[in-house]
């Protein structure tokens, strides 16, 4: 809201908030670009090294419960562990920090209904221009975000891949299990 009328009322000037609405949905699409592949490589091999750590981390438990529990079996067993789940921590920060700014880009869709809403009350001559932009926003945001690889990343991506990769494991856990003897 950045005009002011003759009679004291404010109103919105739209063309420049559509403007700058696209300026910013640019600019997003720059630093995607720009950071798409490092986020690939970093997250990539962030997740190999993961899964391996992971099995790792399962086999020095294994051997721990065949062999007996020594010192130097259970030190292994503390500190694959503990690499484990720091791996597991840095693939969640690296992730959370795209998927950042996707969160941004969703919110404002939340934004301009607070708009819509004000003009509302405002200015009720430009609420067919509000509800306009309005629709622009909720239609341009639906392909905005952090991509990589074509890939929009979100927190609900990262939930469906965890929920997936937890299933696997579970899975290949309850199998290892019947066919290990304890």
Known sequence: IDLENGNGRKRVNF???Y????ILID???QYSSCFA??????EFTLLLATVFLGVGTGDNVFNLIRNGFTMTG??????STGLFFLYIHVCKIVFSAAASITKAISNLKY????LDAVISVIDPSSMDKSKK??????????LSGFRSMGIIISNSLGAKVAYGALTLISTVAMVAMKYVEL
């Open 133 to 142: 932009f309005y629709d622009h926003v909720c239609e341009g945001i639906k």
């Open 37 to 42: 592949g490092y986020f690939f490589y970093a």
């Open 111 to 114: 934004r301009a209904h607070k």
């Open 74 to 79: 259970m030190m292994r067993v503390i500190g």
């Open 15 to 17: 063309e420049q908030a």
């Open 27 to 29: 600019l997003v699409e």
């Open 19 to 22: 403007e700058n609405f696209h």
